[in-house]
């Protein structure tokens, strides 16, 4: 599969958000306002990221926004509540506990937009029954439906694992890999679930607010949804740092790589 376009654009990180089209190029634009569903990658911790998120969805106007970063249990905790505070959002999404970067980030993403949250966070319990009994059993009975009874052909399995050690510096065992591949595929599972309800429920479009691993063409969301909704007009925009992203996107956009500590020292500490 190849790019539809890879549009890159140096972006300062800004004081204050600008408009969309100041961030936002008018071809990219114009094509997430076309789409039924707009999937908008991300660096988690880049900032800058969470601007231009935001920045699309108010020119995309969704009818729903999905969320990697919210359960299902916390969305309709949230679907019964007017928040207008930061600090009673992080409250009823249980923000802290869930080890997402600071909700100060994402918050002007949840401004953005009216319409309402659904959460497709794979809780730690699914994770384990993932990691444990593979992806199918953790999805239950919707398994055969997306696929995950289906193992990956052994060169796709070999190049998720592979990408998946080097993820975690090169520091898992041989044997935890598998685990870690079955995994990701159960959250592009559930993201793409909650994608679907969210165009049954409300008619679209529907914004997903997700990492550049469950958007990426090549492997996350939108394979499920091709296969599933072939229908559905689908435009995925990737988030880059210095240029650098792995994978397949419809375009990307480019800022600068933030400052933060090396992730290795974790495992270098651990070990």
């Known amino acids: 599969m190849k790019h539809l376009a890879i ?57 729903a926004v999905v969320w990697e970063m919210v359960t299902e249990e916390s969305a309709q905790r949230l679907a ?23 909700l100060s980030m994402y918050y002007p993403v949840f401004q953005a937009s009216d319409a309402p949250v659904y959460g497709a966070m794979v809780p730690r319990a699914a994770a384990r029954a993932a990691m444990e009994r593979g992806a199918a059993t953790a999805l239950g009975a919707d398994a055969a439906r997306y696929g995950l009874t289906v193992p990956l052909p052994a060169e796709e399995q070999a190049a998720r694992e592979a990408d998946q050690l080097a993820a975690h510096c090169n520091a898992m065992p041989e044997s935890a890999l598998p685990q ?13 679930r909650a994608v679907l309800r969210a165009t049954d429920e409300t008619g679209g479009p529907v914004a997903v607010i997700t990492g550049n691993g469950h958007a990426r063409k090549d492997r996350g969301i939108p394979t499920f949804l091709s296969r599933l909704r072939p229908g559905l007009k689908v435009f995925v925009l990737g988030q880059s740092e210095d240029g650098l992203i792995e994978g397949e996107f419809d375009a990307v956009i480019d800022s600068p790589t933030i400052e933060r500590e090396d992730p290795c020292l974790a495992f270098q500490t651990s070990n």
């Open 80 to 102: 019964d509540k007017a928040v207008s505070d930061p600090e009673e959002l992080a409250r009823i999404l249980e923000w802290i506990e869930s080890g997402w970067p600071p």
């Open 7 to 63: 549009l890159l654009c140096a972006l300062a990180v800004m004081a204050s958000p600008g408009h969309a089209d100041d961030l936002i190029p008018d071809d990219i634009l114009s094509a997430m306002t076309s789409a039924d569903v707009v999937i908008l990658g991300e660096v988690h911790d880049n900032p800058q990221h969470h601007v231009i998120q935001a920045e699309a969805l108010k020119a995309v106007k969704p009818s």
């Open 180 to 192: 870690l591949v079955a995994i990701q595929r159960l959250r592009d599972a559930v993201l793409t």
